[in-house]
C-alpha cells in the first residue's frame, strides 16, 4: 500500500524530492491534486517513515 508523506505546492518541487529519494533507493510515485495544482508524494507503507526523514534532512520537506 503506498501512503503520502509530503504534499508540495509545485512540480519542479515534487520532481526534486522523487529524485532525492530515488538516489536514497526509495520506490516513489507523485500524484497530481488538480484542484489546487497540488503534488502528493507516495511511498510504499513500510519505507514512509524513513522516507519522510529523508525530505526532513534534506530540506525538502
Known sequence: MW?????VTSEKKAQSAQEKL???GFL???LPLRQNKCYQIL???EEAKEAYHVLVETGLS
Do not use: C, F, G, S
Not at 501512503?3 to 504534499?7: E, G, K, L, M, Y
Open 3 to 7: 501512503t503520502v508523506i509530503d504534499i
Open 22 to 24: 530515488m538516489m536514497e
Open 28 to 30: 516513489v510515485k507523485i
Open 43 to 45: 511511498v510504499p507503507e
